[in-house]
């Protein structure tokens, strides 16, 4: 379901800014400078790639995704007219709920699993030509995010049987809109985020081994949709 709607997004970009007649354009000197700033604020939902142990009988999913946030402070250097690279370090805060199954019956409570993440993404951003007081864009980049809600060590007192490496690098893709407006720029943007790594510890909890040996590779997806203000 997500992921149709930020494909509807995409294709939304260009019919957008076709279906505009000609404004006055607002000035936009902020846009001509080398290097400007801005911050940034959006929504979030964090998922599970899983493969499961072919030797295992049971089924591992996330079953619901929920919503999270994203703050992050803009740094753009434009290079050129229709290129920009981006760096918008900030934070991130999510939760991934897991469900076990066998034979199509629920086995467990779920797998809370909590992310709070400090995130470093360098993105390129390929601009289309403005019309009006909007211009559409595509991005692509890599984001290294470290996990600081990741768990050291099982915790005795929640019956979370699963833990996640904190350091993952993922590679981003998307794309938005900028709308000038008098005085500032809005961005809407929606991407995109794999991670490259396994992020399991492949270390049974005490007493509960099933969970993690039942799992072959897990990696971390998340969806966010951002409004950039410049």
């Given at each position: ?91 991130s ?16 409570d ?44 099982y ?35 929606a ?17 509960y ?20 203000f410049?």
């Amino acid at each position: 379901m997500h992921k149709r709607i930020f494909i509807f997004l995409f294709l939304l970009v260009p019919v957008l800014c076709t279906a505009q007649k000609a404004k006055p354009k607002n000035d936009s000197n902020y846009d001509e400078r080398l290097l400007h700033f801005g911050f940034s604020m959006g929504v979030n939902t964090m998922d599970f790639n899983i493969k499961m142990n072919p030797s295992s009988d049971l089924l591992a999913e996330v079953v619901s995704l929920r919503p999270g946030i994203n703050i992050q402070i803009v740094s753009d250097f434009r290079p050129s007219t229709y290129f920009d690279f981006r760096f918008l370090p900030g934070v991130s805060f999510g939760q991934r709920d897991i469900y076990f199954y066998r034979n199509g019956e629920l086995i467990n409570d779920k797998q809370q699993l909590e992310s709070s993440f400090l995130e470093f993404p360098l993105v390129m951003k390929a601009k289309g030509m403005r019309l009006n007081n909007s211009r559409p864009y595509l991005i692509a980049g890599m984001n290294f995010r470290y996990d600081l809600a990741a768990k050291k060590e099982y915790d005795d007192e929640r019956p979370i049987y699963l833990r996640l490496r904190r350091a993952d690098l993922y590679y981003e893709a998307g794309a938005g809109i900028d709308f000038y407006l008098p005085y500032f720029k809005l961005t809407i943007e929606a991407k995109m985020s794999n991670g490259l790594r396994d992020i399991l510890i492949h270390e049974p909890a005490p007493g509960y081994p099933q969970y993690a040996e039942a799992i072959q590779l897990m990696r971390s997806q998340i969806w966010v949709l951002s409004f950039h203000f410049e």
